[in-house]
């Protein structure tokens, strides 16, 4: 039987395992490396679990078969791991991504759970897209957490994961407006992720407007960005799509399938 409300407990030991000074230079790589405040440490749950530490049965082998004997033991996906907690659309969390300080971009890993009908932030981000009628869309974490740190609080992530139309549907309960902020890389991956999501957007007659960020330079991320030149910088190369270049997107998104 699967347990969110043990994993929950367990963030939360892990939040507190950071910020009390237990595991002082991983709070210095969170704090400083990432740049994360306390403030924002404590508002998103951000923790570490030491390498070695006691992890209750039920979250080592979460979403497992216990009377089997081949079920995964998650340890090593926990152990010496930075923690952000997920939660659902409306607050209650559905599962715990983790990853290993210093491993750049590399992927984080998480419980298992269905990504594509989940965006991160969007609990604490829907009353901002709502009163705005506006919504940012960034690809990881560390975007998301460093935007609303910046005061942009009506941002969301995909996780990592495309745009599918269950998280269109969470999006159109709150905004008209959309703006894609993926990262710019040397090999064109999020300009053909960004180009899917247009595609998959403008099917939909909810939206009014589509924008994009993507003129900041090559091998950049929201994250990386926003910290380096601030948020005000980052948001000056938004710019909204024609209908012109909306339809150039989706034929050059069909044709590469």
């Known amino acids: 039987m699967l347990r969110l409300s043990d994993i929950n407990t367990f963030s939360k030991k892990c939040n507190k395992h950071l910020i009390s000074g237990k595991v002082g230079s991983q709070y210095s790589y969170v704090s400083k490396k990432r740049a ?114 910046n005061g942009l609080k009506n941002v969301v992530a995909l996780m990592g994961t495309a745009l599918t139309t269950r998280k269109v549907s969470l999006i159109a309960r709150y905004c008209n407006n959309v703006v894609f902020c993926f990262d710019v ?19 939909y007659s909810f939206c009014e407007s589509i924008s994009v960020i993507d003129s900041i330079p090559v091998g950049e991320d929201p994250d990386s960005y926003v910290k380096a030149n601030g948020l005000p910088s980052y948001l000056s190369h938004e710019r909204e799509l024609s209908d012109e270049e909306i339809f150039e997107i989706c034929e050059r998104s069909n044709r590469e399938g």
């Open 36 to 149: 994360f405040s306390s403030g924002t440490i404590e508002k998103h749950m951000i923790g570490f679990c030491p390498w070695g530490s006691d992890i209750p049965f039920s979250v080592r082998y979460f979403g497992e078969d216990i009377d089997s004997d081949e079920k995964r033991d998650w340890k090593y996906n926990l152990w010496g791991r930075i923690t952000v907690p997920i939660y659902g659309e409306f607050g209650k969390m559905v599962s715990l991504a983790t990853k290993k300080p210093g491993e750049g971009k590399n992927p984080w890993w998480n419980f298992p759970f269905v990504k594509s009908n989940s965006l991160f932030l969007l609990d604490k981000a829907k009353s901002h897209a709502y009163k705005s009628n506006r919504i940012y869309i960034v690809e990881g974490y560390c975007d998301a957490l460093t935007l609303y740190q």
């Open 185 to 203: 890389d040397e090999n064109k991956s999020g300009q053909r992720a960004c180009d899917k999501a247009v595609s998959l957007l403008h099917s």
